[in-house]
């Protein structure tokens, strides 16, 4: 692989808007008519959500993720995806780059809603 060209640079604040947590992967279920959705069920310590994640043709099992923790950002207007409202993204690793993407993921555990930055 050979690393994308870096984008421009924004200023600090820009940076200081998004809101990164760390929240547990509760359930993973496929979202019905779809191929690559899955909905997340996400544990942030003082709330619950669902995130829509496009993660089923990238792993064997979706499943596999539950009970790990990984970064969402929870600060993105909501978005309906084939008729299930997702309240966040799933902050991963490597699909815009071509690679099989992994989660981004805390070295160790940490509470529920920690924020990332």
Same mark, same amino acid.
Do not use: W
């Given at each position: 692989?050979?690393? /994308?060209?870096? !984008?421009?640079?924004?200023?600090?604040? @820009? @940076?200081?808007?998004?809101?990164?947590?760390?929240?547990?992967?509760?359930?993973?279920? +496929?979202? #019905? +008519?779809?191929? !690559?959705?899955?909905?997340?069920?996400?544990?942030?310590?003082?709330?619950?959500? $669902?995130?829509? /994640?496009?993660? *089923? !043709?990238?792993? $064997?099992?979706? %499943?596999?993720?539950?009970? %790990?923790? #990984?970064?969402?950002?929870?600060?993105?207007?909501?978005? !309906?995806?084939?008729?299930?409202?997702?309240?966040?993204?799933?902050?991963?690793?490597?699909? /815009?780059?071509?690679? *099989?993407?992994?989660?981004?993921?805390?070295?160790?555990?940490?509470? +529920?809603? $920690?924020? #990332?930055?």
């Amino acid at each position: 692989m050979t690393p /994308a060209l870096i !984008k421009p640079v924004i200023p600090f604040e @820009l @940076l200081d808007q998004i809101d990164i947590r760390v929240g547990t992967i509760e359930s993973v279920e +496929d979202v #019905a +008519d779809s191929d !690559k959705l899955c909905q997340l069920r996400v544990n942030f310590g003082d709330h619950h959500r $669902t995130i829509i /994640a496009g993660i *089923r !043709k990238e792993r $064997t099992n979706p %499943k596999e993720i539950q009970g %790990k923790q #990984a970064l969402f950002v929870v600060n993105l207007e909501p978005r !309906k995806m084939r008729g299930v409202l997702s309240e966040g993204m799933l902050f991963d690793i490597g699909y /815009a780059d071509g690679v *099989r993407p992994v989660l981004s993921m805390p070295e160790f555990p940490v509470p +529920d809603g $920690t924020r #990332a930055g």
